[in-house]
């Protein structure tokens, strides 16, 4: 389902930048506001994860720069979900928060390291890497965002094994 929404001009200002993302800031809100079932909620966090991977590989040659948000993005929404099932601690604490902070994806890797093994860390550290690097920078190339695409889209499948 796509829905359109107007956002006012008072508004509208402080919400075009690039390091915002509304549709997971939405997603995050009306799950909190809907007090979705855990498993309707890592669907959605799937869905998400696996629609920015799509986003990112279509942008990597026309603007490798956004390819790397689209694929941190990704990567996020993909350790969320997998948070989701496996870390109640992590979980509830974002829930009361009402979001997610950089620390608590950090630390919910390393506490998953001990489930995934290492690769989820360098998972996830590649898919820092290209949000800091390769978009916050600004020195993302088309070879350097190629080169990194598989640690991206390991993460990504991790979770479709989890929906359901």
Request: charged share 40%.
């Amino acid at each position: 389902m796509e829905i359109k929404v107007r956002i006012p001009e008072a508004i509208k200002a402080h919400v075009d930048r690039p390091d915002l993302d509304i549709e997971s800031l939405v997603l995050d809100l009306l799950i909190s506001e809907l007090k979705l079932d855990p498993d309707t909620e890592v669907k959605a966090h799937a869905e998400l994860a696996a629609k920015f991977l799509e986003e990112g590989l279509k942008m990597i040659d026309r603007d490798p720069v956004q390819a790397c948000e689209k694929l941190y993005k990704a990567a996020e929404e993909a350790v969320k979900a997998i948070t989701l099932r496996q870390l109640s601690d992590i979980t509830r604490r974002v829930r009361e928060r009402g979001r997610w902070r950089t620390d608590d994806f950090f630390e919910a890797v390393s506490e998953l390291r001990r489930v995934y093994g290492d690769n989820i860390r360098r998972w996830w550290d590649t898919a820092w890497n290209l949000h800091v690097w390769g978009f916050h920078e600004a020195k993302a190339t088309r070879r350097y965002v190629e080169e990194r695409i598989e640690d991206v889209k390991r993460l990504v499948e991790m979770v479709k094994g989890l929906e359901g």
